[in-house]
Every structure is written in structure tokens, then in C-alpha cells.
């Protein structure tokens, strides 16, 4: 077994610690990864404290992970020593179903086995995910990193990046789609990059003016202050919504601003159930649908395309010891525009 340092929360209002654990010697399909930076993805938060009343401790967060693999084994043909690596948001499946068939391994019918706050196959063993020093991951579900941003801002792409990739091209958004992204946060901010760069016309949707230089900068068209806007004038304005809202809100507002046959996608995941009243939909024939992350060969299809278009995370690089310091910013709104850890500072 190898020996692994981490940071950990024990129950819901635990304040993370450092943690010892083990992970598993590597089977001959396995690569072990030792972990340069680690994202914080709201999904962390709300995991750790038991928001979505599924956690499981103790409970190692972080599923937005690049490193460098220092081993392999006898069978792993995709990977060598060094190369630079990344791992998000699940670390195996069935692999038999149809959907990982398919390469939507995400919607596996059998069981995911999510980074962290998850199961092995063997539906029993909890995965641990990055706030750690290293990580043993299946070839298959690790992803190749050709970038050559800075590794940090590489990290956010295994999440938000791809949580915001995937819908914009099932829903093939480019050239004369109006996009509205609601909610500048990590994903927000990467749903701008993303659709700019396939060339929507893109307006951000963020609760006061505070963000709007940096909405501009990311490349934002437009920008709405929901606290001092009349969303009335804006009726029958956007074709496509991507809203990352983590906290309860009125989706109603929203959708009244689709236009015919618009759609609304929802990736955000608030504690509390949403309501919505059906006029909203059945006026203009508008359409809500939800999206999770995205699967292997479309999250290497977002490297690839980042890589080339030059596209990554406006991160603060922080040491681990600053986790709940770095929480309290996100849930405020006070993060532009993802907080990564240097796993460095794990010592
Ligand atoms: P984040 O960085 O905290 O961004 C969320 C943004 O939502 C905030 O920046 C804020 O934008 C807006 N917001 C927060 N509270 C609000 C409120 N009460 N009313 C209106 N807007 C509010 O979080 P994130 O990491 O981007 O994650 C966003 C959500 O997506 C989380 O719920 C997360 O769990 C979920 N998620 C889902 C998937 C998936 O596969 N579906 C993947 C990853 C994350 P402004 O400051 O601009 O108003
Ligand atoms: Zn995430
Ligand atoms: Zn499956």
C-alpha cells in the first residue's frame, strides 16, 4: 500500500485537518500521479458539508487534479514517467454499460466511482480525491495534458471547464446563438471563455456591477447586474442559458428571457430543490434541461481545444493550510476566479 498525506473533514461542521491514508499499489492498468495542483470546485463545499445529504467521512475533497505520473504498471500503454497528467471528476465505472460503451461514462447505469465522496467498483472502498499528495487512477480515466499554460490554470479545466464545455456543444452553441451565462464563478467564468471562443454572442448574469470590468476582460459582450436591471426588457433575448448558480434562486426570471425554443441548462446544484412555473416553459416552447461534468474523450477533447485556442482558469494559487479561509471567499462570491491548491505546501 502507499502511504498518502492529505487533508481531510471528519463530519459536516469538521474543519479540515491533515489526514493519513493509504491508496492501493498499482494494478497493471494503473498509473500513480503525484499531485501538483488541485482546484476547489463549489462541489467541494458542498460536499464536505454534507449539503447535498450524501457524504460519506472521512472525506477528502478536490476532483480537479494535474500532476506529474512518477509509475506505471506492466500493462499501461497511454502513459510514461513525467508526463503531465490530469484526473477530474471520477476515477472508474462499469465500463460495460451502454453509456460508458458509448464514452458517457458520467451517466454510467452501474456505478461511477466519483473521485471523491464515492465508491470503488467494489461498491465499498471510499475514494479519496486530490487535496493529497498522490492518487492511483485506471489509464483509462486519466486524462493527457498538453498545455503549456501554467499547470495551475490547467487544473479548473477538469471540472469547470468541462462541466461548461459539454453542454455548449451538445447544444452545438457558435456563430448567432445569444448566450447568457448566470453566475460568474469557476464555471462561470470558464462558460464565457468557452462560448466567446466559439463565437456566441455572450452576456453575463452576475447579482451586482462588481464583476463587469472582468466580465468584459473574459470577453463578455454584455453584462446584466441582476440587483439593478429590469429583466423585463430583456424578454426574448437569449437562445441558450448556462446557469451555475450554487444557492436557491427564482429560475423563472431566467427563463422568461428565452427566446422561442431556448433552452436553459442548469449545472449549478443548490441545496434546496428549485421551483418553476410551467408558463415559463410552455410560452415559447422554452426547454430546461441539466448537464453533469462530461465523459473522458470529451474532457481530452476540451484539453485539446484549450490547448489550442490558449484557453484556462484565472486562478490564486493557495497553500492547503488556507482551505476554510479560501470556502468562506468562494461562498461570499470573493474568488476570481478559482482557487487551486499548490499541493506543495502539503509538506
Ligand atoms: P462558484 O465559483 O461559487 O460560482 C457560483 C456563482 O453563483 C457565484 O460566483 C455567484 O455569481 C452565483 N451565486 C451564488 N449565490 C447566488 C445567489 N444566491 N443568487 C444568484 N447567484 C448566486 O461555484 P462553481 O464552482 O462555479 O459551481 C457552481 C455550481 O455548479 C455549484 O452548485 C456546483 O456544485 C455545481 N457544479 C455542477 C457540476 C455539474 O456537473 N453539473 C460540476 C461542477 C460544479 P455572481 O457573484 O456573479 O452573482
Ligand atoms: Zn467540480
Ligand atoms: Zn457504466
Known amino acids: 500500500m502507499l502511504p498518502t498525506l492529505a487533508y481531510a473533514v471528519t463530519s459536516p461542521h469538521a474543519k479540515f485537518a491533515p489526514f493519513h491514508f493509504e491508496r492501493r499499489e498499482l494494478g497493471p492498468r494503473d498509473v500513480l500521479i503525484k499531485i501538483l495542483y488541485c482546484g476547489i470546485c463549489h462541489s467541494d463545499i458542498h460536499s ?33 514517467l513525467d508526463d ?35 465508491t470503488e467498483q467494489d461498491l465499498h472502498t471510499l475514494t479519496y480525491g486530490g487535496y493529497s499528495s498522490q492518487i492511483v487512477v485506471d489509464e483509462h480515466y486519466v486524462l493527457k495534458i498538453a498545455s503549456h499554460l501554467p499547470l495551475a490554470s490547467i487544473a479548473p479545466l477538469l471540472c469547470a471547464g468541462i462541466t461548461t464545455y459539454s453542454p455548449l456543444r451538445h447544444f452545438n452553441v457558435g456563430p448567432g446563438h445569444r448566450v447568457a451565462v448566470i453566475g460568474l464563478g469557476g464555471l462561470g467564468h470558464m462558460g464565457v ?84 412555473h410551467p408558463v415559463s416553459l410552455i410560452m415559447r416552447r422554452r426547454m430546461l434541461a441539466g448537464s453533469l461534468i462530461g465523459g473522458i474523450a470529451e474532457t481530452q477533447e476540451m484539453l485539446d481545444y484549450c490547448a489550442e485556442k490558449n484557453i484556462s482558469s484565472d486562478v490564486e494559487i493557495i497553500p492547503i493550510q488556507n482551505i476554510e479561509h479560501a470556502y468562506e471567499r468562494i461562498i461570499k462570491g470573493d474568488v476570481r476566479y478559482r482557487f487551486v491548491i499548490d499541493m506543495n505546501t502539503l509538506g
Open 84 to 118: 503531465t497528467v490530469g484526473v477530474g471528476c471520477f476515477v472508474d465505472s462499469c465500463r460495460t454499460c451502454s453509456s460508458c460503451r458509448e464514452g458517457e461514462e458520467q451517466f454510467c447505469e452501474k456505478h461511477i466511482s466519483f473521485t471523491y465522496n464515492g
Open 193 to 276: 471563455k468557452l462560448a466567446v471562443a466559439m463565437g456566441a454572442e455572450v452576456t453575463v448574469f452576475s447579482r451586482t456591477l462588481a464583476k463587469e470590468q472582468d466580465a468584459k476582460r473574459l470577453g463578455a459582450h454584455h453584462f446584466v447586474a441582476t440587483d439593478s436591471t429590469d429583466l423585463n426588457a430583456l424578454a426574448n433575448s437569449f437562445t441558450f442559458m448556462l446557469n451555475t448558480v450554487s444557492e436557491l434562486y427564482n429560475p423563472d426570471q431566467y427563463l422568461n428571457l428565452l427566446s422561442k425554443s431556448g433552452v436553459m441548462v442548469v449545472v449549478g446544484i443548490p441545496e434546496q430543490p428549485l421551483q418553476i
Open 48 to 80: 464536505a458539508r454534507n449539503e447535498w445529504a450524501n457524504s460519506m467521512y472521512p472525506m477528502v475533497p478536490g476532483h480537479e487534479i494535474v500532476g506529474q505520473v512518477v509509475r506505471v504498471g506492466s500493462d499501461v500503454t497511454k502513459f510514461k
